[in-house]
């Protein structure tokens, strides 16, 4: 079993979805022994915003490519490699300004390749990237799941299970702390949940045919 686990929070030592990913992996391998860990920090390593350099090559343009180009592309290359080749993937993914951290859209964006994790066909696009499971530590300063206003404002979970779902995977799950901003017992009490779900979560088999509940 192969987990990739991505972080992309920029506070560091201070972040909440940092601290629920490492809780998510130690979980996962307790349960899963033979599970060997990949990891990519998104704010460390973060791909560059996507750009034509990096979309030339995707066209089927592959002669005549600019150094740039060339270069784009394998960064590409070596991210949607990493991605194709886990079986679990862990994901980070901090509410910032009601969405997700632009270090992790970029490599979603990377991630989003024709041919690769997708393909369009006679009956609309399918996902190429299908048998995985991605468990998404999500985290928010607020409590945006309660209140059909809160709901709206928010893009974080709700984009993330589209853009996997459009890749073609079925599993997603979330791990959420929200209100984490609004007191120690707010914080603590998020965390707490955030601790149930992770052994809920971990403690199932991967590539299970279900959405994970809805924000």
């Given at each position: 079993m192969q987990l990739l686990h991505v972080d992309s929070a920029i506070t560091g030592a201070n972040s909440v979805s940092r601290q629920l990913t490492a809780q998510i992996v130690a979980a996962y391998k307790a349960s899963h022994p033979a599970t060997e860990v990949t990891y990519l920090d998104l704010v460390a390593n973060t791909p560059a915003h996507f750009t034509m350099d990096a979309m030339t090559p995707r066209t089927g343009q592959t002669e005549g490519l600019s150094e740039a180009q060339k270069r784009e592309n394998a960064v590409s290359e070596q991210l949607v490699s990493q991605f194709l080749a886990a079986d679990v993937v862990v994901i980070g993914a901090p509410l910032y300004n009601f969405s997700i951290p632009t270090q992790l859209k970029a490599w979603i964006d990377r991630l989003a390749q024709p041919g690769r994790t997708f393909q369009y066909t006679a009956n609309g696009p399918e996902g190429l990237a299908k048998g995985k499971t991605v468990i998404v530590a999500s985290t928010r300063?607020?409590?945006?799941?309660?209140?059909?206003?809160?709901?709206?404002?928010?893009?974080?979970?709700?984009?993330l299970k589209v853009v996997f779902g459009f890749f073609g995977i079925t599993d997603v799950r979330f791990v959420r702390a929200e209100g984490v901003a609004m007191g120690s017992d707010a914080k603590a009490a998020a965390l707490a949940s955030a601790e149930v779900e992770i052994t809920n979560h971990t403690g199932a088999a991967a590539n299970q045919a279900s959405v994970a509940q809805a924000a």
């Open positions: 300063g607020g409590v945006y799941s309660t209140s059909e206003g809160g709901q709206a404002m928010e893009h974080q979970e709700s984009y």
